[in-house]
């Protein structure tokens, strides 16, 4: 978890989804064909991770030690069952509450269905992640494969699924056809809001990118998640988005997001 820069507001009173955003487009360096257009607002906000303080509340009612973890996280493809079974190996009794379980005869894995598709994900014990390690253990509350990551000193994303990482980044791409019929791809990098999961994003206890006791990090999210933006960009991209990131607040945006600028 990032640290913080002021003292929390009362958590749960997030803002309405719909409010003014400013972007920026810009070329990928390594590729002339490859348009990344940037959502400001949401990169020069404060959000921060809250897990293990009274500001998360988590997704399920009553469940706030969960964070985000209760649901388990669905696999994306062979690569990120990959990294994942490599990340596993590398977890003790002492990092992993549940590894006993985990390596047993039920496996840490569970089939199901995603976008009417057969997909993997991680397996729910005790109604939350197994990976989720719950208060009360020797080795600290929270996912182990971020804690083993710390541990390691390696980034978290080396150890855990895409989607564990990403959020809250939302990555989209899709190739866009030009005035002239040049096609080029275009990215999308905004906030992984409610909406990000669906219709269920509505049913959710809470959600963290909306309320402002989650927006008083001390690192701006551009800075705070470089590693994420840099492995989804790529690093020469990373870098000109970070410089344009620099020059945009200093000028200060028009549109701040709506829960930093109460948090201020």
Not at 107 to 131: M, N, S, V, W
Not at 162 to 178: F, H, K, M, N, Y
Request: aromatic share 8%; proline share 6%.
């Amino acid at each position: 978890m990032d640290c913080v820069a002021n003292s929390h507001p009362e958590p749960g009173q997030e803002v309405e989804l719909d409010f003014a955003r400013e972007w920026v487009e810009f070329y990928d360096p390594d590729n002339p064909e490859h348009l990344i257009a940037a959502d400001l607002t949401w990169l020069l906000s404060r959000w921060t991770c809250v897990f293990g303080t009274p500001a998360c509340r988590g997704t399920v009612a009553g469940r706030p030690d969960d964070g985000c973890c209760s649901h388990g996280a669905f696999l994306s493809d062979d690569d990120d069952r990959a990294r994942l079974d490599d990340a596993v190996k590398k977890l003790t009794d002492a990092d992993w509450q549940f590894r006993e379980k985990g390596l047993g005869r039920k496996g840490y894995l569970e089939l199901d269905e995603h976008d009417g598709q057969p997909q993997y994900r991680t397996r729910k014990h005790k109604d939350a992640c197994i990976f989720l390690n719950r208060p009360g253990f020797a080795g600290g509350v929270g996912c182990a494969l971020h804690s083993k990551a710390l541990k390691l000193g390696v980034p978290p994303l080396t150890m855990k699924p895409d989607v564990c990482w990403q959020l809250p980044i939302r990555r989209s791409q899709e190739w866009v056809t030009r005035p002239d019929g040049t096609e080029i791809l275009k990215t999308w990098v905004t906030e992984y809001d409610r909406r990000g999961w669906g219709s269920g994003g509505a049913d959710l206890h809470w959600y963290c990118t909306g309320d402002p006791a989650a927006h008083v990090g001390a690192k701006q999210v551009w800075e705070s998640l470089a590693d994420e933006l840099t492995e989804l960009l790529g690093a020469k991209a990373y870098s000109e988005l970070a410089a344009m990131c620099k020059r945009r607040s200093k000028l200060g945006l028009i549109a701040v997001h709506p829960a930093t600028r109460i948090a201020e």
